[in-house]
């Protein structure tokens, strides 16, 4: 594997610690800027809405710049979002830096997703992508306790700076590892034609149903297990970490096992993370809990490889922009389903319910895999379940 993607996971690292670390940040978030939890719970939908504009609109304006000088700015860009936000003295300015962030994350990923595929062949795609993927689950393991230690500690504003630093270092890191790279001869008028295929559609339809499953419980997991399970707030960023192991575990095994069998992949996941999110929203034993969040972990993120794998399967020759469509479709999830599980909460049905309504979206997920497997069967040129 190149040195490069490594480092471009290493990057991926400090975006998706921003990303995420929200998440075991907004009790104190709500308090300081004086909005309820599921306002500010908005902030991870801000992010996500900001990655579902951003990627496809940066894909298509870099398409032809150099991939290394562009990866660089989006970074700088990702810093001075930070800087504004950990000074930002209200609930607005914050959002709107999440926006921004979100805008210079979008693009990174796309950019990092098409430098990624040109340097690996077709045959380690699959474990490539676990690689600049696994950057969120050390984010998940190291990056969002972190960020939620120092926040309970020493105030979400120094979570943000904390960021700020460590995507500095990434940019070091990108400046001298990354080769520089183009897109070659490639038209925006060709990468477009990405969008009149249906199963593209079908794929991005899948990613965002997933997605959505996942965040419409992760995002609320720090109140889920505190005020229904009993867990006391100083275990919430161990318990996150161990979410980011089981991740850790679930994107390795999942990178191995999609570039052979995408669709079992996709169902053997999907299954386990309902198995996790029906105890999630049965139990109020916090020990039981807490072995439902690592399983929920695994099963979450080991079906990102093959979610990736698939779309770029169908895609032929577009890299560009169907790795920004995937990020784009996968933030459509981030941004449902936090907004989805708010609902829940303020209709009055209590934490419990986002697992729930993660329920609700992965039944959802399974039957457009369904449909997804009946087409491909159709196309005579994979099998669909192997």
Avoid: K
């Amino acid at each position: 594997m190149p040195l490069a993607v490594f480092v471009l996971g290493l990057s991926v690292f400090a975006l998706g610690t921003s990303e995420f670390m929200i998440t075991g940040l907004l009790p104190g978030m709500a308090a300081d800027l004086h909005v309820s939890i599921p306002d500010a719970g908005l902030l991870i939908s801000a992010f996500a809405i900001g990655m579902v504009v951003g990627a496809p609109l940066l894909a298509i304006g870099t398409l032809r710049l150099p991939r290394r000088r562009t990866l660089l700015a989006l970074l700088v860009v990702f810093v001075a979002a930070h800087v504004v936000g950990a000074l930002a003295g209200s609930y607005a300015v914050l959002f709107a830096t999440r926006v921004v962030a979100a805008f210079a994350c979008a693009g990174f990923w796309a950019v990092a997703l098409a430098t990624t595929i040109a340097l690996v062949p077709a045959a380690r795609r699959g474990r490539a992508m676990a690689v600049l993927v696994g950057g969120l689950t050390v984010a998940n393991i190291a990056g969002v306790p972190a960020g939620t230690f120092l926040g309970q500690h020493a105030g979400w504003r120094t979570a943000f700076w904390a960021v700020a630093v460590v995507t500095v270092v990434a940019v070091a890191g990108v400046a001298l590892l990354v080769p520089e790279t183009t897109g070659g001869a490639v038209s925006v008028r060709g990468e477009l034609r990405l969008y009149r295929r249906g199963r593209v559609w079908l794929a991005l339809g899948v990613i965002a149903l997933a997605q959505a499953m996942i965040f419409a419980a992760f995002s609320y997991l720090a109140p889920l297990l505190t005020e229904t399970d009993g867990l006391s707030e100083g275990w919430v960023p161990g318990v996150l970490a161990l979410f980011g192991v089981g991740a850790l575990i679930g994107i390795s095994v999942g990178g191995r096992l999609a570039d052979r069998r995408p669709f079992a992949t996709l169902y053997g996941f999907l299954a386990l993370a309902l198995a996790a999110l029906l105890v999630l929203a049965l139990t109020t034993d916090a020990v039981v809990a807490v072995g439902a969040v690592l399983v929920f972990g695994v099963a979450g993120f080991g079906v990102n490889p093959a979610l990736n794998l698939r779309a770029y399967q169908v895609a032929g020759d577009a890299p560009t922009l169907v790795g920004a469509s995937t990020t784009a479709a996968f933030n459509v999830g981030n941004t449902a389903g936090p907004w989805l599980g708010g609902v829940a909460i303020g209709a009055g049905l209590g934490f419990p319910s986002v697992a729930w309504t993660g329920i609700a979206l992965g039944v959802a997920t399974l039957a457009a895999l369904t449909v997804a497997a009946a087409v491909q069967r159709g196309d005579d040129r994979e099998p669909a379940l192997v």
